[in-house]
């Protein structure tokens, strides 16, 4: 059987909070993202252009092996990279890894949401030339 056709990519992501509040808080103030809906009190779901983000709250601390290594967010330009590390670091989040341009023309930096998810923050060639087509 051949591989079917149809894939977009990743566009829907969803995560285990603690505090749905603050996680709230930082994708809609911070990273510009806005609630598509919440059917209660304990789950969101928010978007971003096109991407499905649920947070889910929990009363629990997940396993290690639920925890994901990072999400990644993609930036349409190597410029666009350092004005988000600019102003992450005026809104006093916390940056892991300063801006770094990699050998295949990516660049990106890392940091931690407000309930400690690792966010990576890329322009990534590739994908921006499969958004263009």
Not at 117 to 122: A, K, N, Q, R, S
């Amino acid at each position: 059987m051949h591989r079917p056709s149809g894939m977009v990519g990743i566009r829907h992501v969803a995560l285990f909070v603690q505090d749905l509040k603050s996680a709230i808080d930082f994708y809609t103030r911070i990273m510009g993202m806005h609630i598509e809906w919440q059917p209660d009190p304990d789950n969101v779901y928010l978007t971003n252009q096109g991407d499905v983000f649920a947070l889910h709250r929990v009363d629990y601390t997940p396993q290690a092996q639920q925890r994901l290594d990072h999400i990644g967010f993609v930036l349409d330009s190597p410029e666009a990279v350092d004005t988000w590390h600019a102003y992450f670091l005026s809104h006093q989040v916390r940056i892991t890894e300063a801006p770094k341009t990699h050998r295949d023309g990516s660049r990106g930096f890392y940091c931690l949401d407000s309930v400690g998810h690792l966010l990576e923050l890329i322009y990534h060639p590739p994908i921006m030339r499969s958004l263009i087509k």
